[in-house]
């Protein structure tokens, strides 16, 4: 019985994975292009074209003051519509640290399976569910208690203008594999159907080549058959790096359009003055300066779901503490203690 279960589980793991097109270094193209857009313009009218949506100023966001940094959430969400994202999941979850003093930025994803404690709930889930359950603020207030941040400032975009800011730079050019082909076209077409893409590419030959928006963002998400996730996230940097490097060379006119494919997709309570500041410091962003989080995890099952569990998320926000934003006498709070606590009760390794 217990094997049965699992089965239908995995079936519908691989069925919610076809909808998982953004990933950890897709949102951070985004972010990036739109850094090197807004400079490189000084696109104020562009910037008319995000969606501007403020928090619930009576919800609870369970802010502990964090001194020196400012710290803002990246999200990405399973929809194509970015006028109706509400009941959606955010399959990308980022943090941006930024340090007050030097502008410099530090990245820290969070794995989406991640289980902790949904806001002030007693209900705990994989954290990719808790803006379907209270939307942007529930994400916000849940990353907020199991890490101890202050977090009130969010960017949210959806995967549609990856795809179509890549068409718009021309494609990037790879060097695929043959035995990256079949897995690559696969990916392809379903990334088409679910972006509403009819005209798109396939990989007919192994080589250099130029890959469509569709087929980039593809790329990325290869795994089954063609290496495990670090092989995956190889050809995710490969796709990043593409992608800084065209965007660097393009003149106003190319970028232009660039950032008119993206910023329909955004949504954001940031002021367009903030995010022109956000900008100008996202251009001292590194290939490097990106981290997982939790930073010791584990995969395990919990009521026949397979969920990623940190081993000692206490830990873990302490060393994120100190190593991100320089809190050496760092002491995690009562609550990070008890979702730490509940995670470690909960695990079945």
């Known amino acids: 019985m217990a094997s049965r279960q699992l089965t239908k589980n995995e079936r519908r793991r691989r069925k919610r994975r076809r909808r998982r097109i953004i990933n950890i270094i897709l949102l951070l193209i985004i972010v990036v292009l739109i850094a090197a857009i807004v400079v490189a313009t000084a696109a104020s009218k562009l910037l008319n074209k995000v969606g501007r949506d403020e928090l619930d100023s009576s919800a609870n966001l369970y802010q502990n003051q964090v001194e020196g940094y400012t710290n803002i959430l990246l999200l990405g969400v399973d929809t194509r519509d970015m006028s109706d994202v509400e009941n959606s999941r955010t399959d990308a979850i980022m943090i941006a640290s930024i340090n007050n003093s030097t502008d410099e930025i530090t990245l820290t994803s969070i794995y989406r399976d991640t289980y902790l404690q949904m806001g002030d709930t007693t209900t705990y889930d994989k954290i990719t569910h808790a803006h379907y359950y209270g939307s942007t603020e529930m994400s916000i207030a849940s990353i907020n208690r199991a890490m101890d941040l202050d977090i009130d400032q969010y960017v949210m975009m959806n995967f549609k203008g990856v795809a179509d800011a890549i068409d718009e730079m021309g494609g990037i050019t790879v060097n695929v594999k043959d035995y990256e082909i079949e897995e690559l076209n696969k990916y392809t077409v379903e990334t088409a159907k679910i972006i509403g893409r009819k005209n798109y590419g396939l990989a007919t030959k192994a080589g250099k080549q130029t890959l469509d928006g569709c087929q980039a963002v ?46 329909p997709e955004m949504k954001t309570n940031l002021s367009n003055r903030e995010m022109l500041d956000l900008a100008l410091k996202l251009q001292k962003l590194s290939v490097n300066s990106s981290k997982g989080f939790p930073y010791n995890k584990t995969a395990g099952m919990i009521n026949g779901v397979s969920y990623v569990q940190a081993t000692d998320l206490a830990a873990d926000v302490t060393t994120f503490h100190q190593k991100v934003l320089g809190q050496s006498n760092y002491t995690p709070s009562s609550t990070v203690q008890e979702i730490s606590s509940q995670v470690s009760a909960s695990s079945s390794y």
């Open 218 to 263: 593809s790329y990325g998400r290869i795994r089954k058959g063609v290496g495990d996730d670090y092989a995956r996230t190889g050809r995710m940097r490969i796709v990043f790096k593409k992608v800084l490097a065209k965007s660097k060379k393009m003149g106003p006119t190319k970028l232009y359009k660039v950032a008119a494919a993206i910023l």
